[in-house]
């Protein structure tokens, strides 16, 4: 079974926030990665709007709606983040934000805004009453609900028992671990974890620091569905474009 590829446009989004203006254009660059194959898009919406913006938001989703119903290709549109992140300024609370733009699935992240990135799984057992009347709520409004998780079994059932349609596996200890050679063990873990999420009707999903070197070996791990990749991938789109770029610069730098 072949693993469906989200690419999370946050790091374009960043790159475009350090300076005035709408370059790079996120709409064109989440087109040129629907058109290239990608099987959707995430955006990761914050608070503090460090990267994708609401509006983001918005024109994604418009996006892949457009692609999926110009291709008929069963593409998606993903949203996570913080969904007990208050409101603020014109970011209106991820589940607003969710119920107005439909994604295809939101991703329920326990990040905070002292987070450079999401770090670790959700707390079932100090959030569960929390987080269930919000899953209940998008899936009412027919949205998949996954939530990031660490491969740990007692929190992968509580999963389930709130209504969470799949999981999101934080596969960054597992990235780490792989750079020093001693991936095993860890994979090891997020495997036992994925076979109880198969056997008790969790869908699969994984994220954080996968690249294409350490996904030969995660794209074993038992009913993967899917997998958000972005900070990796636009490291690469750098490393393996650099030289084409510069050239091509360089050619325009010569006398005519």
């Known amino acids: 079974m072949s693993i469906a590829l989200s690419i999370n446009l946050n790091k374009i989004a960043l790159i475009r926030n350090s300076r005035e203006g709408n370059f790079p254009d996120l709409k064109k660059f989440g087109q040129l990665c629907l058109d290239n194959g990608a099987n959707g898009l995430t955006v990761h919406p914050r608070p503090d709007q460090r990267h994708i913006k609401p509006c983001d938001t918005r024109e994604l ?16 549109f ?8 208050a ?5 209106p609370g991820l589940i607003p934000l969710a119920l107005e733009t439909q994604p295809d699935q939101c991703t329920l992240v326990p990040d905070s805004d002292n987070q450079k990135t999401s770090d670790h799984g959700f707390d079932l057992t100090s959030t569960a009453s929390q987080l269930e009347p919000v899953i209940r709520r998008l899936k009412d409004n027919g949205i998949r609900v996954s939530l990031f998780m660490d491969p740990d079994i ?11 349609d799949r999981i999101e596996l934080y596969t960054g200890p597992f990235a780490q671990a792989f750079e020093q050679n001693k991936a095993e063990e860890i994979f090891q873990q997020h495997g036992e974890a994925a076979q109880l999420a198969q056997s008790i009707g ?10 294409v070197e350490n996904m030969a070996m995660y794209r074993k791990l038992p009913g993967l569905q899917e997998v958000s990749i972005g900070h990796a991938l636009t490291v690469d789109a ?3 474009g650099m030289k084409a770029t510069v050239q091509r610069y360089l050619s325009v730098c010569q006398p005519g």
């Open 154 to 164: 007692e929190q992968i059932r509580l999963a389930k028992e709130i209504g969470a």
């Open 238 to 240: 750098l490393l393996i």
């Open 61 to 76: 989703a418009l996006v892949v709606k457009y692609f999926r119903a110009q291709t008929g290709k069963n593409t998606e």
């Open 78 to 85: 993903n949203i996570e983040g913080n969904p007990q992140a």
């Open 202 to 211: 969790l869908g699969i999903n994984a994220g954080h620091d996968l690249n």
């Open 87 to 91: 409101p603020r300024g014109d970011y």
